[in-house]
C-alpha cells in the first residue's frame, strides 16, 4: 500500500491519500481525540503524539496537528497508522455512528432560499475545498447571515477567512440577493 500526501493551505494539516475510500458518502470529522472512539482508524491516529485532528473526506484522510510539533516527526508514525488500519480489515466507522455529517437542516419560510444555499455549496464549494483537505456545510441561515462550518483543513487556516468572504460570500451573493453576509461557527 501505498499512501501519497500533499499540502493544505493549512501549515498545520496534511492531506494524506489511501489510494481506496475512505467513506463512501459525506464526511466525519474528529476536531479532538474525544469522540474518536467512534472510528478504529481515528482513534489509532489521535495515539500520535501532537495530532489535534482528524478529517474523513471520500478518497482522504486530513490530520491536524500542534503549532509545537514538527511534520517530520509525526508524519511517518501517521502514514504507519493508516497503513495498518487498512491492512487489519477493521471499519472505518463504527455502528450508527458510520452516518455522514453535513448540512443542518433548516426550514420555514426561509427554505427555497436555504436550499439554494445548500446547492451552491454542494456543486461549487464543496469539491473545491475538499481538494484542499476539508469540508464546509451549512450550519444556518438568519437575517441574510449564512452560517458555515469549517471542517478539517479548512477549521484554522490562516486563509479560511478570505474563502469566506472573497470566495463564498462573494459566490452566495451574487446567486442569491438575500445572502448579505458569511460568518463561520464553531463546533
Not at 79 to 93: N, T
Not at 157 to 185: A, D, F, Q, W
Request: charged residues 20%; negative net charge.
Amino acid at each position: 500500500m501505498f499512501i501519497q500526501t500533499e499540502s493544505t493551505p493549512n501549515p498545520a494539516t496534511l492531506k494524506f491519500l489511501p489510494g481506496q475510500t475512505v467513506l463512501e458518502t459525506g464526511t466525519a470529522d474528529f476536531p479532538s481525540a474525544e469522540g474518536a472512539e467512534q472510528s478504529p482508524l481515528a482513534a489509532r491516529i489521535f495515539k500520535v503524539q501532537g495530532v489535534t485532528g482528524v478529517f474523513f473526506g471520500n478518497d482522504f484522510v486530513t490530520v491536524t496537528k500542534s503549532d509545537e510539533t514538527e511534520w517530520d516527526h509525526v508524519k511517518p508514525a501517521i502514514l504507519g497508522a493508516i497503513m495498518e488500519h487498512f491492512q487489519s480489515g477493521k471499519p472505518i466507522m463504527t455502528g450508527a455512528s458510520a452516518a455522514p455529517s453535513g448540512h443542518a437542516e433548516h426550514s420555514g419560510e426561509d427554505a427555497e432560499i436555504v436550499g439554494q444555499i445548500k446547492e451552491l455549496l454542494d456543486t461549487r464549494v464543496r469539491p473545491a475545498v475538499a481538494q484542499d483537505g476539508g469540508d464546509i456545510t451549512f450550519h444556518g441561515f438568519e437575517r441574510g447571515v449564512v452560517y458555515l462550518h469549517m471542517q478539517g483543513a479548512c477549521a484554522g487556516c490562516p486563509s479560511s477567512t478570505i474563502t469566506l468572504k472573497m470566495g463564498i460570500e462573494n459566490l452566495l451573493r451574487h446567486y442569491i440577493p438575500e445572502v448579505t453576509e458569511v460568518r463561520p461557527v464553531g463546533v
